[in-house]
Structures are given as C-alpha cells and as structure tokens.
C-alpha cells in the first residue's frame, strides 16, 4: 500500500468517522436501530451541492445539510414514538423516502462541484499542500464533533439520552418526556450523518443519490472494530474509539485491496513469464537469421510452444498447414488479411527446400504476434 493510499484511507477514516459517531448515538446510546443514515448521507451531500452551486458559502451549506440531516432523523423518530411504527421500520419509510427527495432536491440523480468553491480551499490558500487540505479540514471536523458530543452528552440533557437508552422505564419515573428525548437523538445522530456526507460531496467533487447505499453497515463495523480494540469503559472513550474504529476500517479497506491487487499482479506475471522466455528466444534466433528450412522450422516450434502456453484448450501443438496459419491469424493481434502472405510463407519456409520468406518478415510478424498475447 503507497503512502497515498494510506492518507486517502486515513481521510475517508476521518470524514466517515463522523457518520459513526451517529450512529453510535442511536444504535449504543439510544438503544435505536436506525436505517435512515443510509438516506440521510446523500441528504446531506446534495443539500450541500446544491446551495454551493448557487452561490452560497461551502461552510455555511454544511449548516443546512446537518439541518437537513436533523429533520429527517425527527421524522423517523416521530413515526416511531408518535404513531408507534417499530423503530426500525420507521428508518425504512424513511430511507426509501429520502431517494426520491435527494434526486429532487438535485434535480437529478447527481450533481457536480468540480469547479466548484468547497470547505479546503481556505486551508490550501493559507500554503497547505492540497494533497493534505482534506486530511486537515477532516481532522479538525472530527476534533471538533468528538469534543461537541462528548461535551453534550455530559449536560443535563444528555444525561437523559444516556438514561433514556439504559433505562427508559426509570427515566419515565423521573418525569422525563422520553418522545422528545428520542426525537432530538435521532434527529442529531442523523444531522452529522448528513454533515458527513456533504463534506464527502464537497471531497469527491460530486453529491449522488447513491452514495449513501452501505452507510449503516460501515458504521456499525466501525463502532465494533473501535470497541474491540479501543474498548469503551467511558462514554469520551467510547466516542474516540468510534471515530478510530472508522480509521483502522478505512486502513484495513485499503490494506486488503493492496493485497488483492499485489496478488492479481503476482498471478500475472507468473502466466506471463513463458512470454519473456519466448521474446528471449526470438532475438536468439533473429541473431542467427537465416534463408533456411531448419531456421523456419524452429521459429514455428518456438510460436507453438507460446500459443500452447497462451491457448492450452485448442492444442495449438498438433497443428500445421492451412489450420496453423489460420491459428495464427486468428490470434495475431494486427491486421489479419495483411499479414496472411507472411505467414503462409513462414509455415510453408519450415519444410521447403528453398525457403519463399524473407527471414526479417518472419522475425517480424513473431515479434507481432507475442506482442499480443499477455494474459
């Protein structure tokens, strides 16, 4: 894995540690099973586009993207304490809800902001390397809704949210309104979902109405990786642990497809190694060009054991004549009607006593056709 590998994987880690930290609230803190992240992420993103693309302030758009976030979270969250539909199907009606809404809000199915204003061009103006400026803005928006959580969860209000998820028959007793306490949960869980998602738009120079597909999935594979690892014996580690949940997810995201690739790579310049022996022996026997009947016929023995390496199913080894030469016309990778008079030459030259090619013609549709035949 390359160095820019690991900073696109620790970026994503940081901008999608965000969304975590929402859904930690709900499914850890809130004891709410809540799928409409996956509704509320590409909210975010394209109430962030479009107030970009007319004309607005990026760091003001993201104001009305966690807004956005947080109205959709209330409207799952009243569903559920108001007219009693199941949590979890309530998320759904939703989620499938905002797919409609988001393509309307856009316009469309997507939205571009490749020229346009966003959150890191005041960090690359102050001399910071734009390859860096997303690391930077990521990091301090994860600093900042770390500390803002971990602050609020510990106010008198956030006791109750603590409380309405671990007991919420003791917290009724105290006289506590557990439908506001839910609905003001959820409905923050999912504004810094949204928040996520439109600085991830602002990132990848696009919002899309399918950006947000898996968002609850990555989520709770961060919040377990991060309580694996980290634990989470307090509430300030628990929040911490979750955003590092969603780097060390991220890292490991990139870590496996370096090693699939390192091994798809491997496995093909293995396949492939015949192919540097056959080129090898070729410019032995270009050195020893010569008008002969013996020359020819090792230059077809050496295609045939090529075409075996590359093409084992069609026996390519127990052809000759007219069905050799089609073989290699079929295979050759240029011009096939062009190249027909040299080849025919070049099989019938291994057995005529006077060869009819010129032996740098046949060196040279050789070296054509290996040329054509990686893996």
Not at 35 to 63: E, K, Q, W
Not at 349 to 355: E, G, L, M, T
């Amino acid at each position: 894995m390359t160095i820019y590998a690991a900073i696109g994987a620790l970026e994503q880690g940081l901008v999608y540690g965000i969304m975590v930290i929402g859904v930690y609230l709900t499914f850890r803190i809130l004891d709410f099973p809540d799928l409409t992240v996956d509704g509320s992420l590409p909210l975010g993103a394209a109430i962030s586009a479009v107030a970009i693309t007319s004309g607005l302030n990026p760091y003001l758009s993201l104001i009305f993207a966690a807004f956005g976030g947080f109205v959709a979270g209330a409207i799952t969250a009243i569903l559920n304490t108001k007219f009693k539909i199941l949590h979890l199907l309530a998320s759904i009606l939703t989620m499938i809800a905002l797919y409609s809404i988001n393509i309307r809000i856009m316009g469309g199915p997507n939205i571009a902001l490749i020229s346009s204003a966003n959150v890191f061009d005041p960090i690359i103006a102050l001399g910071v390397p734009a390859h860096l400026a997303s690391l930077v803005v990521f990091s301090l928006f994860g600093v900042v809704v770390m500390g803002g959580v971990i602050w609020f969860l510990k106010t008198e209000f956030g006791q109750a949210v603590l409380a309405t998820g671990d007991n919420p028959q003791m917290i009724i007793s105290q006289g506590v309104n557990t439908h506001l306490i839910i609905i003001v949960g959820v409905g923050l869980s999912n504004g810094l979902v949204a928040l996520s998602g439109a600085l991830i738009a602002q990132n990848q120079g696009a919002a899309d109405v399918g950006m947000g597909i898996g968002t609850i999935i990555a989520g709770l594979a961060s919040v377990i990786v991060g309580e694996t690892v980290f634990g989470s014996s307090s509430i300030a580690r628990a929040i911490i642990a979750a955003v590092l949940g969603s780097v060390v997810y991220r890292l490991a995201i990139a870590l496996a497809l370096a090693v699939v690739a390192f091994v798809i790579l491997r496995r093909k310049r293995r396949r492939n190694r015949w192919l540097g022996t056959a080129k090898k022996e070729l410019r032995r026997l270009e050195q020893t060009a010569v008008a002969d009947n013996h020359w020819f016929a090792a230059l077809n023995q050496l295609l045939k054991q090529s075409a075996r390496e590359r093409y084992p199913e069609r026996i390519p080894e127990s052809l000759s004549g007219e069905p050799w030469i089609r073989f290699l016309l079929e295979t050759s990778p240029k011009d096939r009607i062009a190249a027909r008079p040299v080849v025919e030459a070049m099989v019938n030259s291994a057995w005529q006593p006077v060869p009819g090619c010129p032996p740098e013609d046949a060196v040279a549709f050789a070296r054509l056709w290996l040329g054509g035949q990686k893996c």
